[in-house]
Structures are given as structure tokens and as C-alpha cells.
């Protein structure tokens, strides 16, 4: 895909950002587990969050394509500051096309400085790849919905300003009252847990329990009944992002393993002059270039008012898995250098394997494409009602 020139100038202020100020501290923020004070002001003074935003909101109106070119680039430097980005992303569309007027002036501007932050909280214990099995109560009260429940697997917990979560409000099935609102964490009866994961340690990941919170009105997001739609609608956008970070990890594997090959001397010269080491590189290197050009389509499709249900759901699968095969080749060309967790490698092969289930895992993202071909004969509800 060719970019514009003003998408070449933020790719490039992206692309040193990360070289420069993200990639030398990517390890260091795993073992922290957690960003350096004053990370994420700097990136919003940089335009690097919320670009896609509006510009009355503090964003830049950017294209689904600029957006990514963003995530891919930060990635690059640290896989989990880049999800950040995306997060934001994600979570700002929402409120900027269902949030009261008033919520949208306060919480967006400062999202896109740096100086709050969304979290996505729609996973429950009982409700993963099937997000219409939601148990979290909304019920309300006056001029305000009470919330109780627990939500889980959601990432920045306990880190958050604020959460985007959906909640049942009644006694319907399905998609059938779920609900958005966004709720401060400051909110009395709002509390966090956080997991010990495989990997994304600066990022977490963790639970968000609910015990009465009360929310006002003008929190909810869309009309009562709309949250299901509106989250699915920003799947699409979240997934070709998260592809383009897991490429951008992958992107930074291979550079270093292409100059680690041309240095690293075996049998009286470089290991670049064998096949045996070069050539799966090079199928690693095609194999990116390819995932890229297919995220890119979907976002452009997007940016078109295009449908790309299939295409975003077809990269989410294949971008994830693509990147940690590339980047597992890359830790074996160090040979036993790579088994050592003071080089990345291992890193970004956990940081990305979380994206193989989170958003959406592969077998859900395949049943989307085989459902778009076949229609109602890949549906399993439907198979089981016939039996």
C-alpha cells in the first residue's frame, strides 16, 4: 500500500519514537511491569494517541490506515505501549460516536493527551468467545443504572482512568439489553484484580469487580439495548490493529536477526552465507510483508465505508500466529544467545501469543469467514437445532 506524505511524516516521527525511546526499554518495562512516569503524556504531546479521534476532541481525524501505521510503528519499539495506543483508539471510537456530548468534552481531550486512559471491559468468566452470554447487571435507579458483577481478562486493570463496560440490563438473552456505559475508576464499589501472565507484564491484564456502582445517565453510551452493536462494530477497526502490532514485533525480530546473521561468523564467515540460515528469514520476511498488505486492506476498507467484517476477522487470525512463528525462527537463528531472556525475542513471542485469544480467538475468527461464505450451514446453533 502507498502512503501520503502526511502519513510518510507521522510514520517517520512514529518510527524514531520507537527506535529511540521505546525499543531500548522494552525488557526493562516487562520486569517493572508498568510504563515510566510521564510515557504516556509524552506520546499524547506527540499526537500518538487518539489520532483517529476527532479533532474537536483533541484527536487528529485521522484514517484507519493512519491508525495503523501508528500501532505497527510503536510495536515495533514495545508491543505493549502500541496496545495502548490501540486501546485508546478502540475505546474512544466508541465514546465519540455514543457518548452525551458533555462526557465526550471531558474524557476524549484528555485521553489524547495522555492524561487518562480507557480500558475495554466486556469479558466475563463465563462469557469469552461467546461476548452475548454477559451475566453483569445494570438495573436502574432514578436518573441512574447500578452496576454489579465482575468482569474479567481485561487489560490496563488497575491502571485505567476509566473502563467502556457492557452490562445486561434486564432479564433478555443474547445480545438481547446489553448495555455500554463508561465508569470512572475512581467509583465507589469499583475495585481490580490483576493476573500472573505469560507475558504483556507492563500492560496487565486482570479483573474489574463491580459491587453496586452507581453510574449516572449521562455515562451510558448509546441507546439501552445498542452496547452488543457498537462493540462489534469496533472489532473490526481493533483487529486490524492488533495485527499490525503483532507485525510490528515480528518486523523488529527480523531486522535484528538479518544483522545478527551478517556479524555472527561460523566455519570462517558470516552464518548469512548458509541457506540453512538465511532462507527462513526470508520466508519469515514474505510472510509479514504479506500479513501486512492484508491489514492495511482492511483498514483502507474501512476508511471507504466499505464492509470488512471478513478481512479484519482473516488477519486477526493469521497475523498473531504468523508473528510468533517468525519471530520463534528469529530467536533460533541466535542460536543459544536467542535461549536467554536478556535478548527480546522471548518476549515478543509472549507478548504476541496473548493476541492469538484476546479480541477474538482463531477458531472464532475463522467461524466469521466460513459463516460470510457459507452462511447459515456453518453455523453450529443451527447444525444442533437440525439434529
Not at 92 to 121: H, M, Q, Y
Not at 132 to 155: M, P
Not at 213 to 237: C, K, N, P, Q
Not at 260 to 267: G, N
Request: glycine share 10%.
Amino acid at each position: 500500500m502507498m502512503f501520503t506524505d502526511d502519513q510518510l511524516a507521522l510514520q517517520d516521527a512514529a518510527r524514531r519514537f520507537a527506535r529511540e525511546r521505546l525499543l531500548p526499554r522494552y525488557l526493562q518495562r516487562e520486569i517493572d511491569a508498568a510504563f515510566e512516569p510521564g510515557l504516556v503524556q509524552e506520546m499524547g504531546a506527540m499526537g500518538l494517541i487518539g489520532i483517529d479521534l476527532p479533532e474537536q476532541y483533541g484527536g487528529m481525524g485521522a484514517s484507519a490506515v493512519t491508525a495503523g501505521i501508528i500501532a505497527e510503528e510503536l510495536a515495533y519499539g514495545d508491543f505493549n505501549v502500541s496496545a495502548l495506543a490501540v486501546v485508546q483508539s478502540l475505546c474512544g471510537t466508541i465514546v465519540a460516536r455514543n457518548g452525551a456530548e458533555e462526557l465526550k468534552a471531558d474524557w476524549l481531550p484528555r485521553v489524547c493527551r495522555g492524561e487518562a486512559t480507557f480500558a475495554l471491559s466486556i469479558t466475563e468468566p463465563r462469557a469469552g468467545s461467546d461476548a452475548t452470554a454477559l451475566r453483569l447487571r445494570a438495573r436502574k435507579d432514578g436518573d441512574d443504572y447500578v452496576l454489579d458483577g465482575e468482569k474479567a481478562s481485561t487489560s490496563f486493570a488497575g491502571q485505567a482512568s476509566a473502563y467502556i463496560v457492557f452490562a445486561r440490563l434486564g432479564e433478555g438473552t443474547g445480545s438481547s439489553g446489553v448495555t455500554a456505559f463508561l465508569v470512572p475508576a475512581t467509583a465507589d464499589g469499583l475495585s481490580t484484580t490483576r493476573y500472573r501472565d505469560v507475558g504483556s507484564h507492563a500492560s496487565g491484564r486482570g479483573s474489574v469487580f463491580f459491587d453496586g456502582v452507581r453510574i449516572s445517565a449521562s455515562h451510558r453510551l448509546g441507546a439501552e439495548g445498542r452496547g452488543f452493536t457498537e462493540v462489534m462494530a469496533g472489532f473490526d477497526f481493533s483487529r486490524a490493529l492488533i495485527a499490525l502490532q503483532c507485525i510490528g514485533a515480528a518486523q523488529a525480530s527480523i531486522d535484528e536477526a538479518w544483522a545478527y546473521s551478517a556479524e555472527r561468523e561460523a566455519f570462517g564467515g558470516p552464518i548469512a552465507q548458509y541457506q540453512g540460515v538465511t532462507f527462513p528469514l526470508v520466508e519469515g520476511e514474505t510472510q509479514i510483508a504479506a500479513a501486512r498488505q492484508l491489514a492495511y486492506h482492511a483498514l483502507a476498507l474501512r476508511d471507504a465505508g466499505q464492509p470488512h467484517t471478513v478481512e479484519a476477522a482473516m488477519i486477526k487470525w493469521f497475523g498473531p500466529r504468523t508473528a510468533f512463528d517468525v519471530i520463534h525462527q528469529c530467536l533460533l537463528t541466535f542460536g543459544h544467545y536467542g535461549w536467554s531472556m536478556d535478548l527480546p525475542h522471548q518476549q515478543r513471542m509472549r507478548d504476541v501469543m496473548g493476541l492469538e485469544i484476546g479480541d477474538g480467538t482463531a477458531q472464532i475468527m475463522k467461524l466469521i469467514v466460513a459463516r460470510a461464505r457459507v452462511g447459515r450451514a456453518a453455523d453450529p446453533k443451527r447444525q444442533a437445532a437440525a439434529a
